[in-house]
């Protein structure tokens, strides 16, 4: 299994930034993809998972509203789309996978890590 990022970068506070996952080497839609973000000098924390056989979602509470995840099933590639982007918003973003349909934001229930890709929100 393997799971590539990419989309990120250096933006405004305010504005919209698009990430892909594309997954690759599951046998089966049974998976969940999550995102999670590390900013500088701060744990890891999970921002958003999708269940990717039926769509179901989860967020965490700082992005409700303005953060929204999607699956391409077509395509076997997850999106997250970042909107209204507040400083707090930067730091390294990476993509996960795990097998089983639980929709968790715990990193340590993923076994499958992208390299990450960093978004920057600054004016």
């Known amino acids: 299994v393997q799971v590539v990022e990419s989309g990120g970068g250096l933006v405004q506070p305010g504005g919209t930034l698009r990430l892909s996952c594309a997954a690759s080497?599951?046998?089966?839609?049974?998976?969940?993809i999550g995102w999670f973000r590390q900013a500088p000098g701060k744990e890891r924390e999970g921002v958003s998972c999708?269940?990717?056989?039926?769509?179901?979602?989860h967020y965490v509470e700082s992005v409700e509203g303005r953060f929204t995840i999607s699956v391409n099933n077509a395509k076997n590639t997850v999106y997250l789309q970042l909107s209204s982007l507040k400083l707090e918003d930067t730091g390294v973003y990476y993509c996960?996978?795990?097998?089983?349909?639980?929709?968790?934001?715990?990193?340590?229930?993923?076994?499958?890590w992208g390299q990450g890709t960093q978004i920057t929100v600054s004016s």
């Open positions: 996960a996978a795990r097998n089983g349909i639980e929709r968790t934001l715990k990193s340590e229930r993923f076994d499958y």
């Open positions: 080497g599951f046998t089966s839609d049974r998976y969940v």
């Open positions: 999708i269940r990717v056989s039926d769509g179901l979602t």
